[in-house]
């Protein structure tokens, strides 16, 4: 069963949000299956899926190239998400 995409991702049953993942152009890691890493032209990340949010970290996208993190929580709907992780730092 497919939520529409204005539902909240706590409301997606994991194997859903991992073809979300998926279909974002993500990696799941083989050792640790809650992170997620993705490359995009401009960026670079690597996602966690936590107890309560999803915790995003854009790899040296800082001013003086530090690592920029941010957390979102589960209650944002999957098309919230979408805009705010994937349109990068």
């Given at each position: 069963m497919v939520l529409p995409s204005n539902t909240p991702l706590y409301n997606?049953?994991?194997?859903?949000?991992e073809r979300w993942l998926y279909s974002k152009g993500c990696r799941q890691d083989s050792?640790?299956?809650h992170c997620w890493?993705?490359?995009?032209a401009?960026?670079?990340a690597d996602?966690?899926?936590e107890v309560d949010s999803i915790l995003?970290?854009?790899i040296e996208a800082g001013e003086s190239g530090q690592d920029?993190?941010?957390s979102?929580?589960?209650?944002?709907s999957r098309q919230d998400l979408d805009e705010a992780i994937f349109a990068g730092p």
């Open positions: 997606h049953p994991l194997p859903e949000i050792d640790n299956l890493h993705t490359e995009h401009a960026w670079k996602i966690w899926l995003v970290r854009y920029v993190q941010r979102f929580k589960y209650s944002l």
